[in-house]
Every structure is written in structure tokens, then in C-alpha cells.
């Protein structure tokens, strides 16, 4: 048995090598690489999958933080097993060796059920022996204490790092964060734990219930950009319908989905959906503006002049979600470069004069399809006295 005293010695030996700034660089190199290798897998796994099975190709990883490294320390007994010197190399080799998730990495898929097809063809992908410098142990046990299956694999990157690997749904994610906040991080004795264990029960029938429908949905609509929309209508509608005033929204959505409709508005309402299912915080996309151009300004003040204001800020409160727009004035400006940019690509015609050419003598005349084109995917436009 180890005196307090240096069991205290041994936390704070670790947790200098932990801390070492050279040590969290050498982290993030091998995250960076095992996050290339996993990148490769997953151009790998696009191959396989049907195209039912859906999943986000961007891995999900961290570093350990180091006020869970120290609560892990304590909880799994490491203070108590694990060698420690007064060498931080030595120190740091046996963290790099002994915790299990020292480095975290995470598949996200959109159904539940596709986790195993994807595990599966992770490990014939790693049987194959395309990993470079990874270990990945198969043999684990995939049922949880609770007697739910997870998909979760241990690793080991250049004989050196260790790091867990998950495979889990949207829905998986939303209810392992419920369980783990509500009964495994609870610090304190709950006399309610059996209710809490009880109702969490239920909200995991809720989830793959939740699951099941989204499967349903997407099967009909076999579209992934229209359960984008979808689930960006769901998980934002409530902001909206706070800021004008109204829950009749429909229409309102329909214009924006169909005035953004560019492959980059819709990788961003991916993310937004992805992070707002993870219950993590969404970073807006940034926005520039072109304020040298005059053909902006013009667009700018005849949207204004001919459209409901009421229209055009239920369209900036939902653009307002994705890109980073300060206020109502700024949308406009971004809405008239928007337009004019994405539209006059769009009906360019090779054969003939083009409409929106800086030579054009009358710049009034050049926004008229524009103009129309708005009427008729938001609606609103004031109709002549």
C-alpha cells in the first residue's frame, strides 16, 4: 500500500509528463496521423456502402484533457499501479503505453444498424493489412455493462500510442452522452440512480425508435440532401420561430433551401446538423464582401425597395444559423453578392451576350432575372401600386 504522500508525488509526477508541452506536440502529430490513415479507410469504406448507408467522412478526435487524465488516474487506480520516476521521459512513455484512451477517434454514421456493417468492413480492411504503423484489437467484448453493443475498438499506433476508436450512429452518440453524464460521471451518491438508470432505459428506446424513423424517412426520399434539410428544419425551427415571431415557417425554409442551394451551403447545414445531434457547439462560417463592386449596391437597394421586409429577415434568421452575419444590413449586402455570383454562373449561356457583363450600360436591366428568380423562390415582392 502507497502512502498518501507518495501517491500525491506519483499524480504529480504523471501529470507533469502529461502536461509537457513537447509531449501534447507529440500527441498531435500522432493524431494527425492516425487521422490520415483513418481517412484513407474511409474512401475505402464510400466504396462499400450502399448508398442507404450514409456516413459523415470527417473523423471526430481529441486528446485526452488533462482534468480527465487526472480523474482517471484516481478512478482506475493508475496512482496505485503504474510505475512513476523522476525521469518525465520515462514518465510519459508509460502514459503513451498504459491509457487506454490517451487518443480518441470516432466513425459517425447516420443508423444505428450500419454500425456493425461498417465495423465489419474495418476489419477486413485491417486484415488486408492496409494500416500503416496501427494495431487494432479485434477481440474485445462489444457488449457495454448495461448490455447494449457498442462498436469500440483498442489501439495502438507505432507500438507506441494508444487510442480508442468508435463506430456510432447520431443517435447512439445522443444517448452515450444522456448515460454517461447522468450515471457513469455522477460524482455524488443519488438515491435516485435507479429511476435515472430506468429513464435512460427508455430514452435509448426513444433513440433507436427516433433512428428507425430517420431510416424511414431517408428510404423515401433517398436523398441526402433533403434529409439535410429535413434535419436542419427540425433541429433550428424553434430559433427561427423565436426570433420572427411566427412558427409558420415552410415556406420561409423552402425559399432558403432553394436560394442556397450550392454544394457549400449544403456541407455547411451538414455540419451544423452533425454538431447540433452531438450537442456540440457550431463555429459559423466566416463571410466576406466584396464592397468594391457596384453591381452589389444596386441589387442590394432594388431587393429592398421591392421585397417584404418581413420576407427577407425570416431569410437572414435562418442564414443567420450557418454564416457569421453581424446584423440585417450586412445579410443584404451578402444576399445581393450571393445572388449575383451563384445565379449568373448558373444562366450563362456560352452562344450568347452575357447578361451580367461589367460593360453593360445599363446595370438596372442586369438584375431583373435575379429579381425574378427571388420573387419566386421566396416570395414576398410588392406588387405595383
Same mark, same amino acid.
Given at each position: ?20 508541452? #513537447?509531449?501534447?506536440? @507529440? /500527441?498531435?502529430?500522432? *493524431? ?17 456502402? #450502399? ?6 467522412? $470527417? ?5 485526452? +484533457? ?26 510519459? *512513455? ?8 490517451? /487518443? ?24 488486408? %493489412? ?11 467484448? &462489444? %457488449? ?9 475498438? +483498442? ?9 480508442? /476508436?468508435?463506430?456510432? +450512429? ?34 435509448? #428506446? ?22 439535410? #434539410?429535413?434535419?436542419?428544419?427540425? %433541429? ?99 444576399? +445581393?453578392?450571393?445572388?449575383?455570383? &451563384?445565379?449568373?454562373?448558373? &444562366? ?23 429579381? &425574378? ?8 415582392? @410588392?406588387? $405595383?401600386?
Amino acid at each position: 500500500m502507497y502512502h498518501t504522500d507518495e501517491q500525491k508525488k506519483r499524480e504529480a509526477q504523471l501529470l507533469e509528463a502529461f502536461t509537457d508541452s #513537447n509531449f501534447q506536440d @507529440k /500527441l498531435k502529430d500522432a *493524431r494527425i496521423s492516425i487521422e490520415d490513415r483513418l481517412a484513407e479507410f474511409i474512401i475505402y469504406l464510400k466504396k462499400k456502402l #450502399n448508398p442507404e448507408q450514409k456516413i459523415y467522412e $470527417n473523423i471526430e478526435s481529441r486528446i485526452k +484533457s488533462p482534468e480527465s487524465f487526472k480523474e482517471k488516474l484516481k478512478r482506475k487506480g493508475y496512482i496505485k499501479t503504474w510505475a512513476a520516476f523522476d525521469d518525465i521521459a520515462s514518465n510519459q *512513455r508509460i502514459i503513451a503505453a498504459n491509457l487506454p484512451d490517451l /487518443l480518441g477517434f470516432r466513425i459517425n454514421c447516420f443508423f444505428w444498424k450500419d454500425e456493425k456493417v461498417i465495423y465489419d468492413i474495418l476489419r477486413e480492411y485491417y486484415d488486408q %493489412k492496409n494500416f500503416e504503423n496501427i494495431y487494432l484489437d479485434f477481440s474485445e467484448n &462489444t %457488449k457495454q455493462q448495461n448490455g447494449h453493443t457498442i462498436y469500440k475498438l +483498442s489501439g495502438k499506433y507505432r507500438n507506441e500510442y494508444c487510442f480508442e /476508436l468508435q463506430i456510432k +450512429s447520431i443517435m447512439h452518440n445522443i444517448w452515450g452522452e444522456v448515460e454517461h453524464k447522468t450515471i457513469y460521471k455522477n460524482r455524488d451518491y443519488d438515491a435516485d440512480l435507479s429511476n435515472k438508470i430506468t429513464i435512460t432505459e427508455e430514452v435509448f #428506446n426513444i433513440l433507436q425508435a427516433s433512428d428507425r424513423q430517420l431510416v424511414s424517412l431517408f428510404k423515401k426520399q433517398n436523398d441526402e440532401k433533403q434529409l439535410t #434539410n429535413a434535419l436542419f428544419f427540425e %433541429k433550428t425551427k424553434q430559433i427561427v420561430a423565436g426570433k420572427s415571431g411566427t412558427d409558420i415557417l415552410a415556406k420561409h425554409y423552402n425559399g432558403f433551401f432553394q436560394v442556397f442551394s450550392d454544394p457549400n451551403s449544403l456541407k455547411h447545414m451538414k455540419r451544423y446538423v452533425a454538431y447540433s445531434l452531438l450537442d456540440e457547439n457550431y463555429i459559423k462560417e466566416p463571410v466576406t464582401l466584396n464592397t468594391s463592386n457596384e453591381k452589389f449596391g444596386n441589387l442590394k437597394i432594388q431587393i429592398i425597395t421591392q421585397f417584404l421586409e418581413y420576407n427577407l429577415r425570416c431569410l437572414y434568421y435562418i442564414c443567420d444559423l450557418i454564416y457569421d452575419i453581424p446584423d440585417f444590413d450586412f445579410f443584404m449586402s451578402f444576399l +445581393s453578392e450571393y445572388l449575383l455570383k &451563384t445565379y449568373t454562373m448558373e &444562366t450563362e449561356a456560352p452562344d450568347e451576350c452575357d447578361a451580367f457583363d461589367d460593360d453593360n450600360d445599363e446595370p438596372a436591366d442586369d438584375n431583373i432575372v435575379i429579381l &425574378t428568380l427571388l420573387e419566386n423562390k421566396i416570395g414576398g415582392r @410588392k406588387k $405595383n401600386d
